[in-house]
C-alpha cells in the first residue's frame, strides 16, 4: 500500500474527488454539487445537513466533526477494506471497517496505521464482540515524525443505544476501545455506535491521535465494506 498512500496523500481539492467519484467530464453541475459539500473546518458554522439535502446530492456523504470545526465529506475512491473520504484543501480521511486508518491535508496527521496482532476484530464485526478483546498495533504520527508508535487498544461492548441521524432513529450496540500509547504517555477512550445486524458504524468518536479527535457520522452510507 506505500505507493498508494503517497497518491492519495497529494490529493488536493475536490476536482480530483470528482474524477475519482467517476463523473464524465466533471460538468459544471457536478462541480456545483461538489462545491457544495466542500470542507468547513476551521471556525465556520457548524453544519446543520437535512435529509433532503444529503438525498439530493448524489454522493456517498458522511460528517466529520473536530475541534476546528464540521465538515461534510464525500467518498471518492475504495481500494478493497479502505473507503477514502474526500474535502477540499487536500484533506482526506480513510477509513476501513469504521476505523480511521489514515489522514491526510490536516494541522495533525495519522500517517499509517497497522496491525501488529493477528487478525482484525474491527473485519469480523463489532457487533460480534461478546467481551473484552485486545489488539496492537503501530501508529505513524506527524508533524514530528513519530512513526512506530505502539500502541495497545481494548475493546468492549457496553450495551446498546439509540442514536439519531437525520431525523431517524437508529438502534445500535454502543463498543467501547481503551487506547493507550505508553511511550507517549497517551491515554484515551473511543466510542462506535455498530449496526447489530452487520457491525456497519453508523457514528463513532475516534482519538486519531494526540491532538486530533474526530467525530464522524454516516449521512448517506457506503455499506460494501459491511461485513
Not at 6 to 15: K, S
Not at 32 to 52: D, H, I, M, N, Q
Not at 159 to 174: C, K, N, P
Request: net charge positive; glycine share 12%; charged share 20%.
Amino acid at each position: 500500500m506505500p505507493r498508494m498512500n503517497r497518491l492519495h496523500a497529494r490529493i488536493a481539492g475536490a476536482m480530483v474527488g470528482c474524477a475519482l467519484l467517476g463523473i464524465a467530464g466533471c460538468t459544471e453541475v457536478s462541480r456545483g454539487s461538489l462545491e457544495s459539500v466542500r470542507l468547513l473546518w476551521r471556525g465556520k458554522p457548524t453544519l446543520a445537513p437535512t435529509a433532503e439535502q444529503v438525498a439530493a446530492r448524489p454522493f456517498y456523504q458522511m460528517r466529520a466533526t473536530t475541534a476546528a470545526g464540521d465538515a461534510v465529506l464525500i467518498l471518492g475512491n475504495v481500494d478493497g477494506p479502505r473507503e477514502f473520504w474526500y474535502g477540499t484543501q487536500g484533506v482526506l480521511v480513510v477509513l476501513q471497517h469504521g476505523r480511521v486508518v489514515m489522514t491526510a491535508g490536516l494541522d495533525r496527521n495519522l500517517d499509517g496505521n497497522r496491525l501488529s496482532s493477528p487478525g482484525d476484530p474491527f473485519a469480523t464485526g463489532l457487533h460480534r464482540l461478546g467481551t473484552r478483546l485486545a489488539y496492537e498495533r503501530v501508529d505513524d504520527w506527524s508533524p514530528g515524525y513519530r512513526y512506530g508508535v505502539p500502541v495497545h487498544a481494548v475493546l468492549r461492548p457496553t450495551g446498546s443505544a439509540e442514536i439519531d441521524i437525520l431525523g431517524a432513529s437508529r438502534h445500535t450496540l454502543l463498543i467501547t476501545e481503551e487506547i493507550t500509547a505508553t511511550s507517549a504517555g497517551y491515554h484515551v477512550t473511543n466510542r462506535y455506535w455498530v449496526d447489530p445486524s452487520d457491525g456497519f458504524v453508523w457514528m463513532s468518536e475516534q482519538h486519531v491521535m494526540p491532538g486530533l479527535t474526530m467525530k464522524l457520522v454516516q449521512l448517506r452510507p457506503y455499506r460494501g465494506g459491511a461485513s
